[in-house]
């Protein structure tokens, strides 16, 4: 199928579906809640009954974001939730390349008899999982993937500035602020476009990242000045929180994010990893610089993956079992020596 049949056959999708749920991965970012917040703001204006499902809470500091506020949380309503994907007619998932990725929800996802098309930039999506796949590693974000897709869906119709606003945040946050390398011309071109609808881009920065509670301001204060381990000889740096950190702090969803990216900000530095002690799993970001490879590194060692320069992934050992694991990994990984 060439593009021009991939948007025909999801127009027909949509047209056929009546009740349409817009679905992205657990702990959701800034370009899954803008992605799905675009999406329901699209389908709202086809006379759709759209509906968000999230598999649990989104960071403070995106709820500002236009429909993100009707999103059912499945942690909070797992029935409404699981009814929901249960009886729709289509699912779009979004910014995630497996249902191993929505935590709960994977298998009434999978045993859903809804149609299910996936919009994404991860690489290795699981294509046999979606009838329809969307999936371009090469888009700085899924949200930009989405306003693709948007565009071609319904070319005669200006994009609102709802779904513009979502777009950039989707855009922003998961090209760290125009820093990474996903930034293409193709994403400055698309940015330039939104500018064009009218968006804020100095009030969404804001809204995004100068919004933090004071506790996550002095968590990041702890977590650099007492739990930073630099390890010049393979170029890498680590950070880790435990639980009774987080608690100290008061963590609220999202506190976390973005604090592995200070390791990285080190002179000399190619490989950074984040800790935090979670129920029962040790959950853990990887960034890098140039060829340091995040995703092989998450998905051969720590039951994760994502992207080349930023990944995540799962550990079920101790704080101190996975810590010592990653730093006897280190002379093996060929890129920092
Ligand atoms: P973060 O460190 O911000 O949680 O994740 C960084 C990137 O890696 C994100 O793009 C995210 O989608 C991806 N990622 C995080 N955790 C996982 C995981 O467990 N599995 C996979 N496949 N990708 C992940
Ligand atoms: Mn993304």
Redesign the pocket.
């Known amino acids: 199928m060439n593009t021009f049949e991939y948007i025909s056959k999801f127009r027909e999708l949509i047209e056929k579906s009546e009740n349409i749920v817009i679905l992205t991965?657990y702990?959701p970012?800034g370009d899954a809640i803008g992605s799905c917040a675009a999406w329901h703001d699209f389908f709202l204006s086809l006379g759709k009954s759209s509906q968000i499902v999230l598999p649990n809470d989104f960071p403070q500091n995106l709820k500002w974001i236009k429909g993100s506020e009707t999103a059912v949380i499945a942690t909070k309503e797992m029935k409404k939730a699981e009814a929901l994907i249960a009886y729709a007619d289509l699912i779009v998932c979004n910014?995630?390349?497996s249902f191993s990725?929505v935590g709960k929800l994977e298998e009434i996802s999978l045993k859903s008899r809804a149609k299910k098309v996936l919009v994404d930039h991860?690489v290795d999506p699981e294509i046999e999982q979606f009838d329809l796949v969307f999936s371009n590693i090469e888009s700085s974000s899924t949200a930009e993937v989405v306003f693709e897709i948007i565009t071609q869906l319904t070319p005669e119709e200006p994009v609102s500035k709802t779904i513009a606003e979502a777009i950039y945040v989707g855009i922003m946050t998961d090209t760290g602020s125009f820093s990474f390398s996903s930034g293409h011309k193709k994403t400055f071109e698309i940015v330039a476009e939104l500018i064009d609808l009218g968006i804020d881009t100095c009030r969404i920065y804001q809204e995004v990242y100068s919004t933090f509670s004071e506790n996550r301001m002095r968590m990041l204060g702890h977590c650099l000045t007492n739990r930073l381990k630099v390890l010049p000889e393979f170029s890498t740096a680590y950070m880790y929180l435990a639980k009774e950190d987080l608690y100290r702090f008061r963590e609220t969803p999202g506190d976390t994010?973005g604090i592995?990216n200070y390791a990285l900000a080190i002179k000399g530095i190619k490989f950074a990893a984040f800790f935090t002690e979670r129920e029962k799993r040790i959950r853990i970001?990887f960034r890098s610089k140039g060829e340091v490879d995040c995703n092989e590194f998450?998905r051969t060692f720590f039951?994760?993956?994502?992207?080349h320069n930023?990944?995540?992934?799962?550990s079920f050992e101790t704080m101190e079992e996975t810590i010592q694991k990653f730093e006897k990994l280190l002379p093996e990984l060929k890129q920092l020596n």
């Open positions: 991965h702990n970012d910014d995630f390349q990725r991860h994010e592995v970001s998450a039951n994760g993956g994502g992207h930023a990944s995540g992934g799962d």
